[in-house]
């Protein structure tokens, strides 16, 4: 048996919602795998290519499976062009068949996990709906909350597996907001069903699960990390460049705060730690401080800036490109977000019917 999670664009919770089914599955499937044929973005795990969710997942769920049958492709970069050259679809084709058997010997389920809307990687002939197709896999599309612009994204999602001879269960509405789920729940249900569509799940939007924590981001992003390790775990709502006046900054930080500034503005630096040594940190509140420029602050402003728990890192570039670094990255769920995998399994749980997804792929 399998199951293949897709998704009607990119970012819309597909690696959380496959995260939660899996749980579920676990409890009433004796053997289950999981497989990403294609990814995009990858690791390097004993020289070998693999794909950042198929490395998430083994770890969460301390899968056995050799990490190249879960991720038997990753996209590195100069791929595409290549295989437009000289490529050939029936050596990938092979490649993933392969990978597939290995992990179907072993296990009695296998939760199959796709990249991005249904048409990615068709410029190398392996689209979602074509693996989909390969892999004789029925398939389950996550989309993101609303009622109009979901339902024209599922409908030419599911075109596209049409086309391939792909079944499609049902969809997952996924970041619905709350103070319109209960009406974004009714439509879309009435509007899917008008279409033949089965709606398996409408989870809302959960704050904790869309925004990064310091060490999800700083994972991408890189840099040099100087201190504040027991608050890599704190939730990033949002950044602030320093570039007011230090007196003013206060009027600009409030919650889960990233502070991006010259690492010698430490002027504004001790202004962002007010909160911290007055105790207020609920209303002045930052997660963490990027000083840019490569410059790092003085030695007793860090130790200040370790002492409140707060994770400091040192970026050569200046504030400005890496702001816009931050704002283009798509951040991955990491193993050790504890918060997060419990808070996902649960929310999976009590909105999406796992019950009905195994009944429809075990009538196969």
């Known amino acids: 048996m399998n199951v293949y999670i897709a998704a009607t ?3 819309d919770g597909k690696t959380i919602v496959s995260l939660g089914i899996l749980s579920a599955l676990k409890k009433k499937v004796k053997k289950i795998g999981y497989m990403k044929p294609v990814g995009q973005q990858y ?3 004993e020289g070998k290519k ?3 969710d198929a490395v998430l997942m083994q770890k969460i769920f301390n899968f056995k499976s050799d990490l190249s049958n879960m991720s038997p492709i990753a996209i590195p970069p100069g791929f595409t062009e290549n295989y437009i050259l000289k490529g050939k679809k029936s050596t990938l084709e092979r490649k993933i068949v392969n990978a597939y058997n290995n992990l179907a010997e072993d296990n009695d389920f296998v939760l199959l996990e796709g990249t991005g809307h249904a048409g990615v990687g068709s410029v190398f002939d392996m689209s979602n709906a074509a693996v989909a197709d390969l892999l004789n896999a029925r398939v389950v599309m996550v989309t993101c909350g609303g009622v109009g612009k979901p339902i024209d994204e599922i409908m030419l999602n599911h075109s596209k597996f049409d086309k391939h001879g792909v079944e499609v269960l ?3 509405i996924n970041k619905v907001r709350k103070d319109k789920y209960d009406k974004v729940d009714r439509l879309i249900r009435v509007g899917l069903e008008k279409k033949g569509i089965n709606v398996l799940g409408v989870i ?3 704050k904790v699960l869309s925004n990064p924590t310091v060490a999800e981001l700083l994972e991408d992003l890189g840099g040099k990390f100087i201190c504040g390790e027991k608050g890599l775990s704190n939730i990033v709502e949002r950044f602030v460049i320093g570039d007011v006046v230090a ?3 206060l009027d600009h930080l409030k919650g889960g705060t990233l502070l991006i500034v010259p690492g010698n503005r430490e002027d504004f630096i001790y202004a962002a730690l007010s909160g911290w040594v007055l105790g207020i940190t609920g209303k002045y509140h930052i997660s963490g401080i990027i000083a840019t420029y490569g410059k790092k602050p003085h030695k007793k402003v860090v130790d200040v800036i370790d002492r409140a728990n ?3 890192v040192i970026m050569k570039e200046d504030s400005f490109t890496t702001a816009r670094r931050i704002s283009s990255m798509i951040f991955k769920l990491r193993s050790e977000d504890k918060e997060k995998i419990q808070k996902t399994e649960a929310m999976i749980e ?5 019950d009905r997804i195994y009944d429809m792929v075990s009538s196969k």
């Not at 009590?350 to 796992?354: A, P, R, S, T």
């Open 310 to 312: 707060i994770p400091l």
């Open 350 to 354: 009590k909105y999406v019917d796992v």
């Open 204 to 206: 809302p939007f959960e």
């Open 50 to 52: 693999i794909d950042k």
């Open 247 to 249: 007196n003013e900054a």
């Open 43 to 45: 690791r390097l795990v």
């Open 170 to 172: 049902g969809v997952i």
């Open 9 to 11: 664009r990119q970012n």
